[in-house]
């Protein structure tokens, strides 16, 4: 029987799914960039720790020091901007400093491939932060979109305790830990990052929608108009009634600000500062009372979900409890009962 290490086990598995979101499409090119990044540290970790390939050994602390900023840069595409080529530059300074460091002294590598694990980890968790908006997030998604790279984040302050367990075992005399933990916590913390990366609910497809004018930039000199609160508030009501925008299923925040050509961040903090609420409850209520209409008509749970802009089911249940205080097939018993 053939017995492969785990970090090539995991390694094709991660492969698996880069191939995958290649055929099928639709995949960002900042998550292919680190499923394959993913694949290849895995790979490497299992020939040069497992089959002896030591020539490969200067090439893992490159490519470790790559990973943190290319899933920031996915993280930031998926839920704030798209990336261009001045966004992502700058963080090209990191696996630099990790080939200068490999250059002019090996032994801080020990040091700096954690120190850039926890700092990415740490600013996707600071940028995750509830204050803070999502432009690109499903609103039907509530807080799933969020937990989702939280759990990212999760992994690469894992990724970086394995690296100084590693350095400390060394420092110690204790070389037999290493190869736990470079099976175990490496590896582990790899495949969470590329399935995580992967993971698409709550996520909404790039606009293409060329008739929607890009929304102000978030500074004040560059606002629209100087509107009060109650007075956005009052455009967004009417855009909502209207033009029933929250029947759209991958309607986002961005989507929003962009037809009230706002800044996001200006957009969600009116209606947070107005309503005490953020903006996926505010508009998931719309869907709701939606919902509710078509219930009270007659048509099935099934087809009210989708006929109201959610994805899933259970996000659906989970908003029409929240605003109903009530199961939808409660809710629809009770308002049968009351005609």
């Known amino acids: 029987m053939i017995a492969l290490p785990l970090p090539l086990i995991f390694a094709l598995l991660i492969l698996f799914l880069l191939v995958h979101a290649l055929r099928h499409g639709g995949t960002g090119r900042e998550v292919i960039a680190l499923l394959a990044l993913c694949a290849w540290q895995s790979f490497a970790i299992s020939l ?3 089959y002896g390939l030591r020539w490969l050994m200067p090439a893992l602390p490159l490519v470790a020091c790559a990973l943190p900023p290319v899933a920031w840069l996915t993280f ?14 700058p963080h090209a300074l990191a696996p630099a400093f990790g080939l200068f460091c490999l250059i002019a002294a090996p032994a801080s590598l020990d040091l700096a491939v954690p120190a850039l694990f926890v700092g990415y980890g740490a600013a996707i968790l600071w940028a995750l932060r509830p204050a803070n908006p999502l432009p690109r997030a499903r609103l039907d998604a509530g807080p799933w979109p969020a937990r989702t790279w939280q759990a990212l ?3 690469l302050l894992l990724s970086a305790v394995g690296d100084l367990v590693i350095a400390l075992a060394f420092m110690t005399g204790r070389p037999e830990v290493h190869g736990l933990v470079v099976s175990l916590v490496s590896s582990v913390s790899l495949v969470m990052v590329a399935v995580l990366a992967l993971t698409r609910d709550g996520m909404a497809p790039p606009e ?25 508030l009052t455009r967004l009501e009417r855009l909502m009634q209207t033009e029933r925008l929250f029947l759209e299923p991958d309607l986002t925040l961005a989507r929003i600000a962009r037809r009230l050509r706002v800044p996001a961040k200006q957009l969600s903090t009116v209606i947070n500062r107005q309503t005490g609420e953020n903006v996926s409850r505010h508009v ?3 869907r709701i009372r939606h919902a509710c209409a078509l219930l009270r008509n007659g048509v099935p ?3 009210a979900i989708y006929a109201c802009g959610f994805n899933t089911k259970s996000n659906f249940n989970r908003e029409f409890l929240r605003v109903t ?12 009962d009351a005609m």
């Open 48 to 50: 040069v720790h497992y």
């Open 76 to 89: 930031r595409a998926a839920l704030f901007e798209p990336v261009t080529l001045s966004r992502a530059a």
């Open 153 to 155: 984040a999760a992994a």
């Open 208 to 232: 293409t929608d060329p008739s929607s004018p890009a929304p102000p930039k978030d500074r004040a000199e560059d606002r629209a108009e100087d509107t009060s609160d109650a007075d956005l």
């Open 284 to 286: 998931n209520s719309f």
């Open 301 to 303: 749970v099934t087809e």
């Open 325 to 336: 205080g009530q199961s939808p097939s409660a809710w629809r018993d009770t308002a049968a």
